[in-house]
């Protein structure tokens, strides 16, 4: 079968029998939970906003990643005892007979020292604003249904995507997936993915306690 990067998300939806609930009660739950933001924290975001809105229209996806993405992940600190952050890893899963998943993952959260063993937030960063091609949503998706195939425990799959500006959150639970309305981190709504990102790290911690 193709790579995570081939796929859409009608493609996805019929190939795995997933369907698209608005508003779905655990995404809510999930966006509804952030986190509070230090004084210095915000100061620090807002440059950062600043940042992004003077050269989002300019920056490669490399450019993107480094001078925005990285510093904002970096404040989060994905970084645990029972997980950590992994970035250009490749997941390949077979998921029916002579049927696979595969390909690189920009960034995800998982269990695991040396290479991840149990994926539980997916982030997929791409750059272009207008006029794309693909699918960003049917590529994160794909990637979250080879971590629920992979994954040895039943549990929801947490993720985001950038489009430029943009971040979307998604969440996988079972064959229900749910997606957010658009964040602008050129504005104010930076704090609430800042906020977001950091109850995303208090929901791991909490799978991982359930599960063990």
């Known amino acids: 079968m193709k790579p995570f990067s081939k796929w859409t998300v009608e493609e996805v939806e019929e190939e795995f029998q997933l369907t698209l609930v608005p508003n779905y009660q655990g ?9 509070s ?25 490399e450019e ?6 990285a510093l904002l992940l970096n404040m989060i600190d ?40 149990e994926a539980l937030f997916f982030i ?7 006029h794309s091609s693909n699918d960003p949503l049917g590529q994160l998706l794909a990637e979250m249904v080879a971590a629920q195939t992979i994954n040895r425990h039943p549990h929801s799959i947490y993720g985001a995507y ?17 997606e ?8 104010e709504e930076l704090i609430t993915i800042f906020s977001v990102l950091r109850h995303t790290k208090d929901i791991i911690r909490q799978l991982i306690t359930v599960k063990t």
């Not at 993107?64 to 993405?69: A, H, T, Y």
């Not at 997929?124 to 207008?130: A, G, R, V």
């Not at 950038?162 to 079972?174: A, E, N």
């Not at 957010?180 to 504005?187: N, P």
């Open 180 to 187: 957010s309305l658009a964040y602008d981190a050129t504005k």
């Open 124 to 130: 997929h960063e791409y750059k272009k604003q207008l």
């Open 27 to 35: 995404l809510q739950s999930w966006l509804q939970g952030a986190s």
């Open 64 to 69: 993107l990643k480094i001078s925005f993405i």
């Open 78 to 117: 994905f970084y645990d005892v029972a997980f950590r952050p992994f970035m250009e890893r490749e997941i390949s899963v077979e998921y029916a007979e002579g049927k696979k998943l595969w390909g690189l993952i920009d960034f995800l959260v998982a269990q695991g020292i040396h290479s991840p063993k």
């Open 162 to 178: 950038i489009i430029g500006r943009h971040w979307y959150f998604v969440i996988l639970d079972g064959k229900t997936y749910s």
């Open 37 to 61: 933001v230090t004084e210095e924290e915000t100061k620090s975001l807002h440059q950062l906003s600043r940042k992004l809105a003077l050269h989002v229209r300019d920056w490669n996806e």
